[in-house]
């Protein structure tokens, strides 16, 4: 019986099917398969593309790369309320040195794409209700954290950039 959930990704079974490469990202067939794209001898490169991100399938089940190569090189599912992070926003690269755990608020930052009402071009920074003030936010496991009422935007940015670093656990 196929595990459910991210508990499939534990199956020891696996590692006889790839065999990942933390240099290159890749996974590689260990066995000749036959799927949906044909024969697939030993050797060969391993996954498909679908929505950015590489998965490989086997028995019906589809398994998302950066979680396999993160359970290959930690032996472990990442912590609970942590997530794996590709560092440079490209979700195909699972090169080892590339993947890192962050909460979901710090992994939101590789969205890039600000709400279509910011004003300030700086995500969790708008102007204050008073003139020539700013005001600061950031969210927390679905609570928002007020940082204050800046006088300068300046001001507001870097708290917002310090408050970054303590929720999220974010590295320079």
């Not at 498909?48 to 359970?71: E, P």
């Not at 979700?91 to 590789?110: C, T």
């Given at each position: 019986?196929p595990?459910?959930?991210s508990e ?9 099917l ?5 240099e ?6 260990l ?8 024969i697939?001898?030993a ?10 991100y590489?998965?490989l399938?086997h028995?019906?089940i589809?398994?998302?790369a ?25 979700r195909?690269?699972n090169r ?9 608020g710090?992994n ?11 004003t ?15 005001f ?10 007020h940082?204050?009422?800046y006088?300068?935007?300046e001001d507001?940015?870097a708290?917002?950039?310090?408050a ?9």
């Amino acid at each position: 019986m196929p595990k459910l959930g991210s508990e499939k990704y534990l199956n020891p079974y696996l590692r006889a099917l790839w065999r990942y490469d933390p240099e290159t990202g890749n996974f590689y067939h260990l066995l000749p398969t036959q799927g949906r794209g044909g024969i697939k001898l030993a050797g060969d490169r391993a996954g498909t593309l679908k929505d950015g991100y590489v998965q490989l399938g086997h028995g019906g089940i589809t398994y998302r790369a950066h979680i396999l190569a993160w359970v290959w090189m930690k032996g472990e599912l990442p912590p609970k309320g942590k997530e794996i992070d590709h560092e440079d926003t490209n979700r195909a690269n699972n090169r080892w040195l590339n993947l890192r755990l962050l909460d979901r608020g710090g992994n939101n930052l590789n969205y890039g794409g600000l709400r279509s009402n910011n004003t300030s071009g700086v995500r969790g920074v708008h102007k204050g209700r008073q003139p020539g003030t700013w005001f600061a936010r950031i969210t927390v496991d679905k609570e928002i954290v007020h940082l204050g009422t800046y006088r300068s935007f300046e001001d507001a940015v870097a708290a917002r950039q310090k408050a970054e670093a303590i929720y999220w656990e974010l590295t320079s």
